[in-house]
Structures are given as structure tokens and as C-alpha cells.
């Protein structure tokens, strides 16, 4: 997929209130800090398509983008930011489940995770929730660059351990690097591919 038009449709914190669903759409959402801007940014051929910053937590809304007017790209709330309070983080919480629950349209979330750290709590807190309600998700490592060849293949056996121990059969990966453009073409693909799940 060749991506010819991006376009920022508006934000919202009502899941009511997000465009009209008759586009498929995916979501994407991690840690704070993980470089969930930066990899929108580099999948979609737009610099500052998605704001970008050096403060964690900086994504409060659900934020819509229209992709070659045929769907949506979502970009979710960051979590795991222990800066902010108790409340906003349960406030956020309520509004991404919601979101995730409710959305028909949603055909697939992108789970970002940096491929520097072992499996993180609030990772796999969010894994499991989307398996016990049945949301389908795929795991999109970032950072990928950030590693040497040793590095990352140990870090990804390890994290392939861990999730053994709770999953039979492993969610989809990806291994991506906002930097060089790392796992664009797959992911682009597996959307193509899964947008023939509903036509609009």
C-alpha cells in the first residue's frame, strides 16, 4: 500500500463523538515514551502528521486521521505515565476501553512496545484485557534500531518467553524503527490485506 493522502479529521474524548464508522480503522496505542508519534509519522510519509514530544503523556484525546480517504488511523492516549494523576489515569483508562469496546469498526490495535525493556506490567495488563474480551491485536516493537543484532534477538526471545506463559499462540509482531522506516512496508501491508475485512 502506497500511502497518497493523510488527513486529520479531529479529537475527541466521547466515543460517540468519533467520525461515522463505516471505514475500517486501526488504532494504536503504548507506554508513554514509546515513540507512538514518531511511528505514525514514519508510516504514513508525514512528518507532523502526529505531534510529537519529548514529554511523556502528551496524547489526552482519541485523535482520528483519514488514510487515502479508504480508513482511519487512530492514535490513542499513552499509558504507564506515573506523573499524571490517579484520576486523569482512570479517567483515560475508562475513555480507551471504552473506546476499544465500543468502536465496530476497529478491525485491529497496534500494541506499541520499545524493544529495549522486558515485558512491562501495563503491557501485558492491556494484552491480556483485549484476549479476555476477544479484541484482536497485534505487538509492534519500536526502537528497533536502538539494538545491536545480539541485543534484539535476545530481548525478543525473552519477550517471546514471557508471553508463553499466558498465550498458546503469539499475536502477530512487527519490528519497526521510526528512524529508517523498519516495518513500514509490513504493516501497510497486513492493513491492506485487513481492510478487505469491511467493505465500506
Known amino acids: ?99 476499544l469496546l465500543k468502536r465496530k469498526n476497529l478491525l485491529c490495535t497496534f500494541i506499541l512496545i520499545d524493544a529495549r525493556l522486558p515485558m512491562q506490567d501495563s503491557d501485558q495488563d492491556l494484552m491480556e484485557w483485549m484476549g479476555v474480551t476477544q479484541l484482536p491485536f497485534t505487538l509492534v516493537f519500536t526502537k528497533s534500531d536502538k539494538l545491536n543484532r545480539n541485543e534484539f534477538t535476545r530481548n525478543m526471545e525473552a519477550y517471546k518467553n514471557e508471553l508463553h506463559k499466558s498465550w498458546a499462540e503469539l499475536p502477530q509482531m512487527f519490528f519497526t524503527s521510526a528512524k529508517n522506516a523498519m516495518g513500514k512496508t509490513e504493516i501497510l501491508d497486513f492493513i491492506e490485506r485487513t481492510n478487505t475485512l469491511l467493505k465500506s
Open 1 to 99: 500500500m502506497e500511502i497518497t493522502q493523510a488527513e486529520y479529521i479531529g479529537s475527541c474524548v466521547d466515543v460517540k463523538k468519533c467520525p461515522f464508522g463505516n471505514k475500517p480503522e486501526y488504532a494504536f496505542i503504548g507506554r508513554s515514551n514509546v515513540g507512538k508519534s514518531s511511528l505514525i509519522n514514519m508510516i504514513t510519509g508525514r512528518k507532523k502528521l502526529a505531534k510529537t514530544s519529548g514529554t511523556p503523556g502528551k496524547t489526552t484525546l482519541i485523535n482520528h486521521f483519514l488514510i487515502n480517504d479508504s480508513w482511519y488511523l487512530v492514535d490513542l492516549p499513552g499509558y504507564g505515565f506515573a506523573k499524571r494523576s490517579k484520576t486523569e489515569r482512570e479517567k483515560w483508562g475508562k475513555m480507551i476501553q471504552e473506546y
